[in-house]
């Protein structure tokens, strides 16, 4: 399984961890190449469909990224956030899907190094628990008997 590349999506704030990434990237420090943000106005919100959804579209891992405790500038968008995390980290306990493949993250628009080094942790979190299994390939079909050659 060496050559898993985790698909991580990362639902990032704009305001910290969005930033975050963009300083991480401008200071050339690495973080999964396959992890894909999608940047919103704050992680309140990101819903728990939009989490599911990830899942079930073909997301190994799910990063919620947000401002620090406290900061948030819609208030309490971050704990919101983090209420929903729970929420389905919890869910997928439940139907034993590993809930570690969802987790949050709280960091500052200064923190760039930070975003990256959490961000690689998560890639190898998922590189060890493996590809999402809900969304498993297709077995080859066998080939047709009107298809196969004749001698
Ligand atoms: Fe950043 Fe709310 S504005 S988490």
Known sequence: MSDFEPRIIAFCCQHCAYAAADLAGGARLS??????IVQLPCTGRVD????LK???????????????PGLCHYLKGNMHARKRID??????DQIGFESDRARMINISAAMGA???????EFGERIREL????????APA??????????P
Do not use: I, Q
């Open 31 to 36: 973080y999964p190449d396959s992890l894909r």
């Open 48 to 51: 728990v469909l939009h989490m």
């Open 54 to 68: 990830s899942f079930e579209e073909g997301a190994d891992g799910v990063l919620v990224a947000g401002c620090l």
């Open 87 to 92: 929420y389905v980290r919890n869910l997928l």
């Open 114 to 120: 930070r975003f990256a080094e959490l961000a690689t």
């Open 130 to 137: 493996g590809p999402n299994r809900l969304v498993t390939p």
């Open 141 to 150: 079909p066998e080939p047709s008997k009107s298809l196969e050659a004749t």
